[in-house]
């Protein structure tokens, strides 16, 4: 199998392409290392994934629509996972033209490489965030999903309606992935976990956003990764009772699905903090905060689908992740 992964040396991609290179698969990974966050964090994690010679690094921009159709037709991959994306809720607030570069514009040039050089599969990443205004949990892909509160969120809705048409128009067999927020060893810094962690360890205070009554599904990284891989290998097709006068919006009478992969279980933050600091033997200054624009007061994800069509079910319990997240931590920053 051939395989392109984008956003490679981002958090998911670097762990999704480790995992695929470990089962044989030769893998294009394409990342453009942008500055968003550490550099030396991303070239990092690449680092660890050029030591396997079926591992191939391209540092093409998502958004360069010719080098992209360079790339689909010289590689003519089996599979498409596409990680690349601008993420982060509150910096989509001050840099919207990111989001559509990256998340629209890129997208665009992706599912083009795949409609035009016979791609077997296209798995993209959407979010949680999708969910928006849905106050329903837990949050089901069966669900509308037409009220996103976030440009980061609008973005991810709109490439599930993109790949939908490429799917409906060019018969591509697309999926997309709903994440539940992912977390683990080799995080990305702007998200709670790094920032909870390295706040503790440094005795500053961590901002705590609606008075720590925020819930969220919490999904460590190897699941994510189990799941990713499971359904890659599931190729979508129509859903045969699929009916126009009531429609539903997780299948399709075309090659297209919707997953949610989540831990299916919401955890409140403040649980989440005592675990970080139970693993630190330290207690955290906690400035609380009210709810910031763009961010959902919680998330939970109904997994039945995934469950009854790859028979996987995320499950690692919290303390076992964050304690798996603190070692690395450790190690990677020698504290």
């Not at 891989?229 to 129509?238: D, F, G």
């Not at 905060?289 to 499950?315: H, I, T, Y």
Request: net charge negative.
């Amino acid at each position: 199998m051939k395989c392109l992964v984008t956003g490679a040396a981002g958090f998911i991609g670097y762990h999704l392409s480790k995992r695929y290179l470990e089962m044989g698969y030769e893998v294009v990974g394409l990342d453009c290392l942008n500055d968003y966050y550490s550099v030396e964090l991303k070239k990092d994690r690449l680092s660890q994934l050029q030591a396997y010679p079926a591992f191939k690094h391209t540092p093409i921009d998502l958004s360069d629509g010719a080098a992209m159709a360079e790339l689909f037709a010289a590689e003519k991959f089996d599979v498409v996972v596409n990680l690349a994306a601008q993420a982060g809720v509150r910096h989509s607030l001050d840099h919207p033209e990111d989001y559509i570069q990256s998340n629209i514009v890129g997208f665009a040039n992706v599912l083009e490489g795949c409609r035009h050089n016979g791609v077997k599969h296209l798995v993209f990443a959407s979010s949680s965030s999708v969910y928006g205004l849905n106050t329903k949990m837990p949050f089901s892909i069966h669900d509308n999903v037409d009220h996103p509160i976030s440009l980061y969120a609008a973005s991810k809705k709109s490439n599930e309606l993109m790949a939908h048409s490429y799917s409906h128009l060019f018969n591509l067999p697309c999926t997309g992935l709903r994440f539940f927020t992912v977390y683990g060893p080799w995080g990305r810094p702007d998200m709670a976990l790094f920032l909870f962690t390295k706040g503790i360890i440094d005795g500053t205070p961590i901002k705590v956003f609606n008075h720590g009554k925020m819930r969220r599904d919490f999904t460590y990284i190897d699941d994510i990764v189990e799941g990713v891989v499971r359904v890659s290998q599931k190729i979508p097709v129509p859903n045969p009772d699929w009916d126009g006068a009531a429609p539903d919006p997780g299948t399709s009478p075309a090659p297209f699905k919707v997953y949610n992969i989540g831990n299916n279980n919401t955890v409140e933050l403040e649980r989440y903090i005592s675990a970080i600091e139970d693993y630190l033997g330290k207690k955290a200054i906690k400035e609380y905060l009210p709810m910031q624009p763009g961010d959902v007061p919680a998330s939970f994800a109904d997994v039945e689908d995934l469950k009854r069509d790859v028979d996987f079910k995320p499950n690692t319990p919290i303390e076992k992740g964050i304690g798996a997240f603190v070692a690395w931590y450790r190690e990677y920053y020698k504290v």
